[in-house]
DNA sequence: GTGAAAGCGCTAACAA
DNA sequence: TTGTTAGCGCTTTCAC
């Protein structure tokens, strides 16, 4: 099981083997044989499958302008929410024929930058953008190449109009608050994420929006974290600290959310006995453990499969009547409330 | 912020702005430009800037017959085992300036066949396998289209000469059999996955040992599952009903141990007073639970790290002493024993 | 120091 | 029904 061959067989190999020229090698090959005579359309197809014959994507991008690729920008995909998500949009383009590229930023902004640079010059058709903070240069260089993209989940300031897939929280965390409440819960915390990131900012209001409501608000229940299940851990403690009759945590994702049930039971805590708490996200994870996390779900694989097919869409210039499209977050009750 | 351009630079825009022709720009923006005039130099730096050039490398890779990509062959990325290790594997092709394409199989060898001839149709340099089952027609392709391969974690049969990175288990597998042991466990139950995959045989062979050594194997005591967090539970509950007194279960991997965990929890067992649990892999998760997982631990990045270095270093033609990585798997004590 | 020319493997008019 | 031709954007000798 060596080394067999080491020249990569072209168009050219087959035409020759069969005696025509490759334009009609071509043409069989992508299935434009209308007027192909079955014989040498099925010598060519023979040989070809001899060869073991693969076409040079490359040199037919050239020429067709278009790669049936298309990229993805994600802030962190160590991140289980994103992971999910880049999941589900690989998933739906496969299902479309079209084949992905990853691109990792970390959250900065020089390697999201440099990421649109290798996308466009791999001629994507077109980039799923989860952006993790303002690009104005990115989406510039997007538009300036003319090449299609979407955003997803995070808004950019000022790029609102931009087609994108956006998940509204509002009525989920309200149902959250709610919840807690006719549990019998009234000190209920927040835990919330950068206040650069609009998504989070949206998460919180409604908090705080509902708690009024019930008037049971209080702006010192309200943390700040960068969101982690090291910093879940750490705000949890500093909270149980704090707020020693706390009876409720509400975390701006799953992954505080479980840093924070590691701390509840470390310091003897019974979730939900003695506090509910509830994540965000509803990542597969949050049904690992054990009580399983209450959570506002998002649904993570309708917005990856709505972000590739609007962008499949936007790609062939499909007419469509409205290119943001709006999901809804709903309250998932399980075991820690 | 609209569309501000449609039409792509190209070296010949930059080449007739700057009164040069293209090779010289091609000159310039490769760096191999120690002949060409400073002036000329900046002039088309400069010019390039401007337009906002960023290279085809389609074209590039068409004369050149290398991408700079590498290809990575992956059965499930949903696996989080996986997906950690393609993320080692990512992050170290990206510190030596190559990109990746993953592809994932879903464990069905059509899938990839289609992966494999993707990549070779995009003209990666090199692929990284780690492989579902037995794949000869997917390396007889690479070997024929002349890519380079490594092999990671599972042992293809009848292809042991392959360059791979491979990570033992026997020491680990045998050292947490005898953490039980000492700990006062004798009823120690084994969850083993298929038995197509060498590496599952691998390690319950090392339990067998251990257990036959200390003298308290029981044949009984080993049940096989398709490792999942479901099938975790679900053998778990059979293993507390068919054995009640067992006091310790070594599981194949930490998906189906955080499942025992789940499952024995449910049950009213408190690990690890009760009950003591081993998991394999130490994929980041195992300790986002409490108890935290004792486990055999992979060292996944390093095995990532060493398949992408591997892989390079074979591209390059670097001449190597050894194409076989071995490495090594190690107890982990945590919570749950 | 820079240009001219050829060609990578393929597609797409247009001819024949 | 098939061949001829041109060219995608780039790199790379070899001339000048």
Redesign the interface.
Known sequence: ????????PTMLDIANQVGVTKATVSMVLNKKDELISPETRDKILKVADEL?Y??????R??ITKK?GTIGIIIPD??NPFF?EIA?AI?DEANRLQY????C?TDNQVPKEESAI??L????VDGVIFIAGGTS?TS???L????VSFVLVDRYIPG?EDYPGVYCMSDDGVMDGVRHLYEKGRRKIAYVRGPRELRVFEYRVNAYKEMMTTLGIYDERYVYEVLPS?EAGIAVTEQIARDVPDVDGIIYCNDMTA??G??AL??LGYHVPRDISIIGYDNI??SQ???PELTTVAQPIAEMGEAACNLLINIINEVPLKEQKIFLYAELVVRGTS
């Open positions: 099981m060596a080394q067999v061959k080491v020249k990569k073991g693969i076409p040079n994507s490359f040199a991008s050239l790669s995909i160590t992971a999941r690989e084949n992905v590229i990853f990792n640079r290798l466009i010059g791999k001629l104005e989406l510039a260089l538009n300036q190449h003319a790029c299940l479980m840093g049930l590691k039971t470390r597969k994870i690992f453990i054990e």
